[in-house]
């Protein structure tokens, strides 16, 4: 079943929940293949969802960092299991098993709890932080282009 984004689900940092909405796309992607698909196309779109992933990761890590959020080890732990998951997932799939279906299955709901659970706690700290930033630099010189990432 194909995901569709919905404003519950937005952080309310804009490039967050771009970020997001990419992975959403990927997750799609996996749906629109179906089971008998090209194997080539499923390795490139779970090589994909890992790459865009872990990248996704080391941002919102960092953006935690920043703001010193108190949480951010245990957070940065729920992002390494999961990417040890879903490299499961590709090594069964290099192992020649039909992964396609139980994938998006997880995929879909591991990114909806993500966002309204592990991500909906930090988004406050990161934006309180942030807007401390553009105020800051809006004294300085003028509004700051960091701003743009938030709603």
Known sequence: MKMKWI????????????????????????????????????????????????SHFTFEESLQEEAGYKYRVPHKRVHDLFIKRIEGYR??????????????????????????H???????AVK???MGIIKDNEK?????WFARFFS
Request: proline residues 1%; glycine residues 6%.
């Open 91 to 116: 090594t069964s799939f290099e192992q020649g098993h039909s992964i396609e279906h139980e994938l998006h299955e997880v995929l879909s709901k591991w990114l909806i709890n993500h966002i309204q």
């Open 7 to 54: 404003p519950e689900y937005n952080t309310g940092i804009d490039v967050i929940d771009d970020q997001h909405k990419r992975i959403l796309d990927y997750i799609n992607e996996i749906n629109e293949v179906g089971v008998n698909a090209d194997r080539a196309k499923i390795k490139n779109i779970l090589d994909n969802i890992i790459d865009y992933t872990q």
């Open 140 to 144: 300085k010189k003028g509004k700051n």
């Open 118 to 124: 592990d991500d909906a706690d930090y988004v406050g």
């Open 128 to 130: 309180l932080n942030m």
